[in-house]
């Protein structure tokens, strides 16, 4: 299925399952239950959002060797772990705002897991019964601040830092898919998470010894190599396989 948080054409926020054009919600609050099935919306009629509200989101830094080399870094020897609030979450076509304090922020194109129920100790061979499923992730990240700073909770945490979207779906192979990212139409980054250095389920179980993953948190499982800055005004357009487009402006 593939699943939406949206805004109704009265305003109200909804939740819901696409169908091709069309988006039917939920008669619950979240990604459960029964559907309506006498309401259906068009997708030209209502406003993607963010497609989940979360407690936090779990980023993975240097989950690409060849991202690490082009930074200059080493191969990490465990995953690299830090959190991003929910302030910096914004959904499909809503701006980046470049802050006043950073000459350079970068686009990271990624595949963000969303956890379907709360997990604490999972062990590696279960980690996929934790998942609802996958959508795009843009870690949003100022790089300059970045190379001042020895923890990186300022220069990711901005608000507007983190766009995701358009639709959760649990249709994928998230071992085997494309990652693509496109600046103005340019194309920046391509790689697939078959070059993660830590898969999946070793995430889940890791980070799940350390702190429990709440229903509808997010993991973004890092960037593959081509990051680059975006200037004011520039388009950026995160592509998945299987997950659509995500696309912002940098405002």
């Known amino acids: 299925m593939k699943y939406v948080r949206f805004f109704t054409p009265d305003g109200n926020v909804r939740y819901g399952i696409l169908d091709n054009d069309f988006v039917t919600p939920f008669a619950g609050s979240w990604y459960e239950g029964d559907t309506e099935d006498s309401v259906r919306y068009a997708l030209d009629d209502i406003r993607l959002l963010c497609p989940v509200e979360f407690s936090k989101a779990v980023c993975i830094g240097l ?22 609030p929910y302030t910096c979450a914004i959904g499909p076509e809503d701006e980046i705002i470049h ?6 922020i970068d686009f990271e194109a990624e ?81 697939n998470t078959r070059d993660m250095i830590f898969d999946i389920p070793h995430l889940i179980s890791y980070i799940s010894s350390v702190m429990t993953l709440k229903k509808g948190d997010v993991i973004l499982t890092g960037t593959p190599k081509g990051i680059g800055g975006m200037e004011k005004g520039d388009v950026v357009e995160c592509v998945i396989e299987g997950l659509g487009r995500l696309r912002n402006r940098n405002a």
Request: overall charge negative.
């Open 63 to 84: 989950n690409y060797a060849r991202h690490a080399e082009e930074l200059e870094m080493q191969k990490p020897a465990a995953p690299v772990v830090f959190i991003k």
């Open 99 to 104: 802050p006043a304090m950073s000459k350079r």
């Open 111 to 191: 595949l963000a897991v969303v956890m379907g129920r709360d997990a604490k100790n999972v062990p590696i061979a279960d980690a996929y019964t934790y998942v609802l499923g996958y959508t795009i992730a843009n870690d949003v990240t100022a790089r300059d601040l970045q190379e001042k700073g020895g923890q990186w909770t300022i220069c990711k945490g901005f608000d507007t830092f983190l766009p995701m979207g358009p639709y959760i779906s649990d249709e994928i192979d998230p071992e085997n898919v494309l990652i693509e990212s496109f600046v103005n139409g340019e194309p920046r980054q391509k790689g």
